[in-house]
């Protein structure tokens, strides 16, 4: 079943949505040339203390797995899960994804952002920029009686009209009371396929985009994913609300 939320459900989804959407755009101003993910880390942890919100990644458990980060932050050729490292120096022309999941009041909001250290190449910026506009072409499907497959389908069909390959291996996805709930939401699809959108349903959906081939492979610490060709990866995420008006983006930052 896909939960739909109450009136006073979707009030907490807008509250830990605008949490997690500031802490996002925080971070994001942080991005510089010589800054460690480490340090972009440790500081999305003081973020959250500061709005009494709490790391839905942190001790994220899969299996004997447990996630050891409070943000995922993923550099370059990483698409999603990657760890902060005071190894890890972000340097000109980099990009880097910026992943905040929050837990706020019992409801989580989630968001993502890729951006890019400098200035960055003319074939990164193209990648970026057509992420983050397939999010966009992407939400105008999220309305009642639409289904699943059509936001899949719209993903899919404006990343590959851009010479772009979509990761299979991972997918949007409801979000509420846990940060995973149903409906799966792949980044390819079907029109008129899948489950059918109601209002008061709540989705995360976040294409993820290689500039090359859209195999991935996953690093020796069990979770970060990255291109099997270490050409660079592009992620976008909104919490996105499904309504009778259409889609209302729930992740929008507001101090």
Not at 157 to 178: A, C, D, K, P, Q
Not at 216 to 223: F, P, Q
């Amino acid at each position: 079943m896909i939960p739909i939320k109450t009136e006073v459900e979707i009030q907490q989804m807008r509250e830990a949505s605008r949490v997690a959407a500031n802490v996002l755009d925080e971070l994001c101003e942080l991005v510089a040339p010589g800054v460690t993910t480490y340090e972009l880390d440790q500081q999305a942890k003081k973020l959250l203390d500061t709005y009494g919100a709490e790391s839905a990644c942190y001790n994220y458990r899969v299996g004997n797995r447990v996630y050891p980060a409070f943000t995922c932050l993923s550099v370059n050729d990483e698409v999603v899960h990657g760890i902060g490292s005071i190894q890890c120096v972000l340097k000109e022309g980099d990009n880097i994804t910026v992943d905040v999941v929050v837990s706020y009041q019992g409801f989580i909001g989630d968001n993502a952002r890729t951006v890019g250290v400098g200035n960055v190449s003319a074939e990164m910026d193209f990648l970026v920029k057509s992420t983050e506009e397939a999010l966009y072409y992407a939400i105008d499907f999220a309305k009642p009686g639409n289904r699943v497959g059509d936001i899949s389908h719209a993903v899919q069909t404006f990343v590959e009209s851009r010479n772009l390959s979509i990761v299979r291996e991972f997918v949007g996805h409801g979000v509420g009371l846990s940060m995973h709930e149903e409906p799966q939401i792949p980044n390819f699809g079907k029109k008129s396929s899948g489950a059918k959108l109601y209002p008061g349903m709540t989705l995360a959906i976040e294409p993820m985009v290689n500039l090359g081939k859209p195999q991935i492979k996953i690093d020796d610490d069990g979770w970060t994913a990255r291109t099997i060709d270490n050409k660079p990866a592009a992620h976008f995420e909104h919490t996105v609300l499904v309504t009778d008006e259409g889609p209302e983006i729930l992740t929008i930052p507001k101090k």
